[in-house]
């Protein structure tokens, strides 16, 4: 099984509204997760003109998560595992 | 070309101040570099004091527009001789250099200067002039054509003297002794910086003195006339969507290290250019986002945070971080001349009240990296809005 994708924006929008604490997703993984989930960065999604959402971005899979924190992140990937098992 | 110039120094032992002053100044309009170094009589406060006078009203007089020959004659009149022992306050060498190799070099008192090419020394022709008021004072004048990868090497007495007394060097290290050296690090590093072979120079002179401590001030000042090391910034999308292939393209054929500032920018160098980007994580959380890497470009950061940082720390002279912006800085700082290709679209993300207000325009921060590379660190640094 591939490992699912979780690709943080770190543009400069997304940056300064909270993704800079993103960058700590993998100390903050379950160890079980660990070969389960890849996490990388991003130079930047193109996502932060739209209107309706905000950032921080963050794509998980082919899911796109606005507004994103370590907690929405973490809930959004277990959800994602449990729906692929 | 480009005049990569530095000098090294040393204090003579149980001396609190340099005895040796170097100066110099770039001229970015006429493609004019002035420099001198100059010896103060004997050492500590009162050398450095002399010296300093000595070189910095030198480097005003040929900077002023005074013909360097006049300059120096003026000087050479002036300066007052010491009570004690007969002989003049300071001595100096005076180089004004132009970036297409036609070079004047006044020297008095100093050892005379080595230029050399392909593991060559040259010996220039030169007048000397006498100076009216002091019999005993001659100023050598000389008209040098540099070319590519010429390198000319100056010094204050305390190198040639170096070692003097000593059974392997009674007469010092000397002038022969100092080419042989030069010349033999030259033959393992071709390329060497000018910075690191005036270093190169004090500390080997240093050793070879009485107990390793230096019996005189020791300066080495390196000149090399070579092609510039030049550089790229891509910083932005350009305005119009339709020509970011072609800015791509210009990035891409680009000769010399290249930059990327900017995630959009980024993002279009990839789309464009088929290119892959892989990002790394920062590693602290909270201050600069990580850089990523990206074929044919050196360097990819974020855009305005990290080049807010960068201006930061070239203004305080803060190079030792390992975070993004430390390493754009040393990125810029090892380039000669860097082209800034800044886009002008707008983010409009950015103009969102929610932000924080360290967000600056990106041709503002662009402006005074540009200017502090020109003014601080003498460096050719253009703009070009896209």
Redesign the interface.
């Known amino acids: 099984m591939s490992k699912l994708a979780v690709k943080i924006c770190l543009g400069t929008t997304c940056f300064v509204m909270g993704g800079s604490e993103l960058q700590e997703l993998p100390e903050k993984l379950p160890a079980s997760y660990k070969k389960l989930v890849s996490i990388s960065g991003c130079p930047c999604l193109g996502q932060c003109g739209a209107a309706a959402t905000r950032a921080p971005y963050v794509l998980i899979g082919d899911e796109l998560l606005s507004e994103a924190s370590i907690e929405k992140i973490l809930k959004k990937i277990t959800e994602k595992l449990n729906h692929a098992q | 070309m480009f005049i990569d110039i530095d000098c090294a120094r040393q204090k003579k032992y149980n001396q609190h101040a340099y005895g040796d002053y170097f100066t110099s100044r770039r001229y970015p309009d006429t493609g004019r570099l002035i420099a001198v170094l100059s010896d103060g009589l004997g050492s500590g406060i009162k050398a450095n004091i002399l010296a300093c006078l000595t070189a910095t009203m030198l480097l005003r007089f040929i900077a002023g527009g005074s013909n360097i020959q006049k300059a120096c004659e003026t000087i050479l009149n002036a300066l007052p001789v010491c009570k004690v022992r007969k002989i003049s306050y300071a001595t100096f060498s005076a180089i004004d250099c132009r970036d297409d190799g036609a070079a004047q070099i006044v020297e008095e008192g100093n050892p005379q200067f080595i230029w050399l090419r392909d593991q060559q020394v040259l010996t220039p022709e030169h007048a000397v002039i006498t100076s009216r008021t002091f019999a005993n004072r001659r100023m050598h004048i000389y008209q040098l054509q540099l070319a590519r990868d010429d390198r000319l090497i100056f010094c204050s007495d305390g190198v040639t003297q170096t070692g003097m007394g000593s059974p392997q060097l009674k007469l010092g290290l000397r002038r022969a002794g100092l080419i042989e050296m030069v010349l033999a690090k030259l033959r393992g590093s071709p390329q060497i910086s000018s910075r690191e072979l005036a270093g190169y120079i004090v500390a080997q002179a240093q050793k070879l003195d009485a107990g390793q401590k230096a019996q005189d001030d020791i300066s080495a000042v390196s000149l090399h006339f070579r092609e510039p090391r030049k550089a790229l910034v891509f910083t932005g999308p350009p305005y119009d969507h339709s020509t970011d292939n072609f800015y791509a393209r210009i990035f891409q054929n680009f000769n010399g290290k290249k930059a990327v500032c ?3 920018t ?2 279009l160098l ?1 789309r464009e250019l088929n290119l892959q ?6 590693q602290d ?3 600069l ?2 850089i ?1 890497y990206m074929d044919g470009a050196q360097l ?1 950061t ?4 990290t080049l807010t940082k960068t201006a930061e720390y070239l203004e305080n002279n803060e190079l030792v971080q390992e975070d993004a912006a430390a390493k754009l800085a040393r990125f810029l700082l090892d380039s000669d001349c860097i082209n800034f290709m800044v886009g002008a679209r707008l ?4 103009y ?1 009240p ?3 207000v ?2 600056e325009i990106r041709r503002t921060v662009i402006k005074k990296i540009s200017r502090l590379l020109t003014e601080k660190y003498f460096k050719k640094a253009t703009i070009q809005y896209i």
């Open positions: 900017g995630g959009t980024a993002n990839s980007i892989i990002s790394a994580l920062g959380a909270g201050r986002p990580g990523s990819v974020e855009g305005i945070l983010n409009q993300a950015h969102d929610a932000l924080p360290e967000i």
